[in-house]
Nanobody, 115 residues
Framework: QVQLVESGGGLVQPGGSLRLSCAASRSIFSIYAMGWYRQAPGKQRELVAAFTSSSNTNYADSVKGRFTISRDNAKNTVYLQMNSLKPEDTAVYYC?????????WGQGTQVTVSS
């Protein structure tokens, strides 16, 4: 079992930055597949950024060059640095982990980009 707790969401103006954190309840050293998804009102949940191995990453085209996923195994935490935010980035952001054939989700954190 893995519990995931997201934090760092909030209201930001267009062009601003936020850093989301996802704290895991256990060591993530062996949990290679971790990432961030988002869901906007009326839309399906979509991949934002993810680790596909201990060091390889994958990004949605819409966030490439603006968002960066990183991890600190010593702190059992995965981060999402979001820069140059746009109104279309507004969504609930969810942390995700896939480990030992099971998928885990956090409760989500709201990100609102608006002037």
């Amino acid at each position: 079992q893995v519990q995931l707790v997201e934090s760092g969401g909030g209201l930001v103006q267009p062009g601003g930055s936020l850093r989301l954190s996802c704290a895991a309840s256990r060591s993530i050293f062996s949990i290679y597949a971790m990432g961030w998804y988002r869901q906007a009102p009326g839309k399906q949940r979509e991949l934002v950024a993810a680790f596909t191995s201990s060091s390889n990453t994958n990004y949605a085209d819409s966030v490439k060059g603006r968002f960066t996923i990183s991890r600190d195994n010593a702190k059992n935490t995965v981060y999402l640095q979001m820069n140059s935010l746009k109104p279309e980035d507004t969504a609930v952001y969810y942390c995700n982990a896939y480990w030992l054939s099971a998928t885990y989700w956090g409760q989500g954190t709201q990100v609102t980009v608006s002037s």
